[in-house]
């Protein structure tokens, strides 16, 4: 009895210390099996339910695709991944060391040995990881400047582990573009979308190398368009997606649900989730074929620094002690400051005239003024209706290129 007694508490404490280790072992190795047929034999075998019968099912299929595994993503990503490539660079910084030893290095020695201390030069290597896709079957590679920035070599990586040396055309760190070139023909290449036609809530597919992980695809939907960051660059209009883009996803293509090119991811806002930018794809060509011909972008420049007007501009306007200006427009763009000698001032334009249309197209966002300067061009006039205080008056203005990325846009 006695015997029979003990067998049964050690059955009770191996069942009770056998099955928070087996709780355990589901947590952390559920993809992992093992076969306890030798160890366990139930007096009872239930029948199979449907449910288990289902399981058994699905745990018995073949692992290869079927045609319930594939959707667009499947077929966009083997439609475009030929053409996006890994963009490594690297630079050499170079910098002058005292050759004094660390302890004599000190403003106190410093005091004997005067400031001329004898320097020796340090080089350090900065290596830098970025996305790309091909629009040439020539080897053209759009991507963003800050990818290539200074870069001494760039070197390209296609998905199929294929390496080549590229060599930079053109960049423009105003806009963030730039172009690589890469030998070979025949080369697999990217299908382009009208970036004008862009809806928010329509898909939006990220194929790039963030943080060096060569082709991941990732998905979201096109959050807005026309954002505008305020930063001091162009284009003034972004796409924003939350298709998730990390570093190393610059200059990678932002893709429609038929795998064509609508942007070029070039940013995020750090901190964020789900937050992400995209150049058009329109205005990245415009600027890439710029560099392609010419070798460098010109803007076209009218010297004027402006606002939205809204209800709240229009009161601080009123509201601003001993001003002449008086607004008695509703909706337009005010200008606040004309820069000296630039072609805005020498037609006659004011701060306190308030745009109303441009070449007969009517304007309510700053923004909109920009895109439309940027798309007229250098060589063509604009026609720009204003209203000063309560008199309506056009000119006529021909923009110049703009000197410098630290002059005042537009």
């Not at 056998?18 to 075998?45: E, N, Q, W, Y």
């Not at 076209?300 to 008086?326: A, C, E, F, I, W």
Request: glycine fraction near 8%; include cysteine; charge should be positive.
């Amino acid at each position: 009895m006695k015997t029979s007694k003990n067998n049964f508490l050690a059955r009770k404490l191996t069942t009770h210390l056998l099955l928070p280790f087996i709780g355990i072992t589901a947590g952390f190795l559920s993809s992992c099996s093992t076969d306890f047929s030798g160890k366990v034999r139930p007096s009872i075998v239930p029948s199979p339910t449907v449910k288990e019968t289902q399981n058994q099912s699905q745990s018995s299929r073949p692992l290869t695709p079927t045609a319930e595994d594939n959707n667009f993503v499947v077929e966009v990503v083997e439609k475009v991944e030929p053409a996006v490539v890994q963009i490594n660079t690297s630079r050499t910084i170079r910098s002058a060391v005292p050759q004094l030893p660390d302890t004599l290095n000190d403003p106190f020695f410093r005091r004997f040995f005067g400031d001329t201390v004898p320097t020796q030069p340090q080089e350090r290597v900065v290596r830098g990881v970025g996305s790309g896709f091909i629009i040439d079957p020539n080897g053209r590679i759009l991507t963003n400047a800050h990818v290539v920035n200074d870069a001494d070599t760039v070197t390209v990586s296609f998905s199929d582990g294929r390496t080549v040396e590229g060599k930079v055309l053109g960049k423009d760190s105003v806009s963030d573009v730039a172009v690589v070139q890469i030998p070979g023909n025949n080369l697999p290449t990217v299908e382009i979308a009208n970036s004008n036609t862009l809806k928010p809530g329509q898909w939006a597919i990220a194929i790039g190398n963030p943080l060096g992980l060569q082709q991941t695809v990732t998905v979201g939907v096109i959050s807005a368009i026309n954002r505008s960051l305020n930063l001091s660059t162009r284009p003034s209009s972004y796409i924003q997606t939350d298709a998730a883009i990390n570093p190393g996803n610059s200059g990678g293509p932002l893709l429609n649900a038929r795998g064509q090119v609508i942007g070029v991811n070039t940013a995020i806002i750090q901190g964020a989730e789900g937050i992400g930018f995209a150049i058009p794809i329109d205005t990245a060509q415009r600027i890439a074929q710029q560099l392609i011909t010419q070798g460098k972008v010109e803007y076209p420049y009218l010297g004027l620094q402006m606002v939205t007007l809204t209800p709240q501009v229009k009161k601080r306007v009123k509201d601003y002690p001993n001003s002449n200006v008086r607004i008695v427009a509703e909706q337009g763009i005010l200008i606040i400051r004309v820069i000296p000698n630039s072609p805005a001032a020498r037609i006659g334009l004011r701060p306190g005239d308030v745009i109303l249309k441009i070449n007969n197209q009517p304007v309510t966002t700053s923004e909109e003024v920009q895109q439309i300067i940027e798309k007229n061009g250098l060589n063509n006039n604009l026609q720009i209706q204003v209203l000063r205080n309560a008199q309506n008056l056009a000119f006529t203005v021909k923009p110049e290129p703009l000197a410098s990325p630290n002059n005042i846009r537009p």
